[in-house]
């Protein structure tokens, strides 16, 4: 029986009594044991439906066959080896993800360099990724300038990179940041998707720029394209390096492989995680030519990173999801996903606010009382559907890409139904 209230519950003096976890989630009263695709079976083998995937994580969601099998084979062969010698999958994995960047398209080919040049360094989170882009622009500034080098970077309002204090220093969210204060020196904010506030930056201070292509924990906020282009033009301008986080929104999310391959800007770096290796902690940071030649041996490293194991599960989820028809399944999920939520909209406008996101990766924000929270614990009761919330008051939807038409159709019955809820909630 769930709890009405269980993120009030669960706070952490009660959590203290029943777990030495430390409390730092308020968690629902549910042990999960196993999972099928965008199933979630609990002790009780009572199923739920993930319409979250380990916030964006489980691509090829539960148990996929060949990751269980890409695990299982490895794990007898060799899990670890430390960088200091090659395994089988690390160089195949780093040529995959550059050969998914450099891709066809001459323009695209003709930034990111020769392909044999564009290099992979791989970690274990998405914050460790932005931890190395971050030291990678700042060292890139001291080739261009030894003497007085740029280390200003910038990021934007509602961005979240991560809780490391470089990635951190780039998050600008006080509840994130105030308590751990003093930050990393250096870093400053302007507002997302505004292109006439980045005429008050002092672009010659800086070296690195890092954004989301698509925001996620800010509350699923899709870029402009215009506004790739006026910071491509800003850092080209100053020699700054444009860092795209793809950790939430990259490998698929979007509908196409990588979130900014929706428009014509490219990074010099790209930092992505979650979805790479299916639930096992990954992380990358991939450099175009021109970075990766001054990146030295020693620079930076890893002990974890770019293991075998984490490597080869992420050729298969590399394999999988970069095929064109896995990508045309998740625009199509997607669309529907997008016609019944609009269609909700229109049914519920005094509860919510507006959809928004693009490909798998969708906020609905909500208003007139109605709280994110609420819903997703309603969800829960009325439906047993995982989803999060994001941002102010947004409800956060990222299922697995492989989630059904009938699974998307099954989620927004339970949506009508909890905003149904919550209207006559509100209402009272
Ligand atoms: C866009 C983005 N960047 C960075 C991170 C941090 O990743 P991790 O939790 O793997 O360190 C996250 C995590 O939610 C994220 O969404």
Excluded at 40 to 55: M, P
Excluded at 129 to 156: D, H, Q, V, W, Y
Excluded at 291 to 301: E, F, L, R, Y
Excluded at 324 to 341: G, I, M, N
């Amino acid at each position: 029986m769930i709890c009405n209230s269980w993120k009030r519950s669960f706070s952490s003096s009660v959590r203290a009594k029943t777990s030495n976890l430390l409390g730092l989630y308020p968690q629902p009263p549910i042990t999960f044991t196993h999972g099928t695709k965008s199933t979630l079976f609990d002790t009780a083998n009572k199923k739920y439906l993930d319409f979250n995937s380990g916030i964006a994580v489980n691509a090829l969601g539960h148990n996929d066959p060949d990751v269980v099998e890409a695990i299982r084979d490895q794990a007898g062969k060799l899990i670890h080896l430390s960088n200091l010698y090659r395994n089988e999958y690390g160089d195949k994995c780093a040529t995959m993800l550059v050969n998914g960047l450099v891709g066809t398209d001459d323009f695209r080919k003709k930034w990111w360099g020769e392909a044999d040049n564009c290099k992979v360094f791989f970690c274990n989170s998405g914050t460790e990724a932005n931890e190395a882009a971050i030291k990678f622009a700042r060292k890139m500034a001291r080739i261009r300038n030894a003497e007085s080098p740029a280390t200003g970077i910038l990021s934007f309002s509602n961005a979240f990179h991560g809780r490391s204090m470089g990635a951190l220093s780039a998050t600008p969210n006080l509840k994130y940041q105030a308590p751990f204060a003093p930050l990393v020196p250096g870093f400053s904010t302007s507002p997302y998707n505004d292109i006439a506030a980045l005429d008050a930056v002092d672009w010659n201070s800086i070296c690195g720029v890092i954004l989301e292509p698509m925001q996620g924990e800010g509350g699923v906020f899709p870029v402009k394209p215009e506004f790739l282009k006026a910071l491509r033009a800003r850092c080209d301008s100053v020699g700054a390096m444009l860092i795209f986080d793809e950790i939430q929104c990259g490998v698929g999310r979007s509908g196409k492989m990588y979130m900014h391959q929706w428009g014509t800007v490219c990074p010099d770096i790209l930092s992505l995680a979650k979805p790479l290796a299916n639930g096992l902690p990954m992380g990358a940071v991939v450099l175009r030519e021109t970075v990766a030649k001054n990146i030295k041996p020693g620079d930076h490293g890893t002990t974890f990173g770019g293991g075998p194991l984490a490597t080869r599960v992420a050729c298969v989820v590399l394999e999988k999801v970069g095929k064109p028809e896995f990508l045309k399944h998740v625009e199509t999920v997607s669309a529907l996903l997008f016609e019944r939520l609009h269609a909700l909209h229109a049914k519920y406008p005094s509860i919510i606010k507006e959809v928004r996101g693009k490909g798998l990766l969708v906020g609905l924000e909500l208003q007139g009382g109605a709280i994110a929270s609420r819903f997703v614990e309603l969800c829960l009761l009325h439906g047993d559907v995982l989803v999060i919330s994001a941002g102010s008051n947004t409800v956060r939807m990222a299922p697995p890409l492989v989630i059904t038409e009938d699974e998307i159709k099954y989620a927004c019955s339970i949506f009508d139904k909890v905003a149904g809820v919550l209207e006559a909630e509100v209402k009272k």
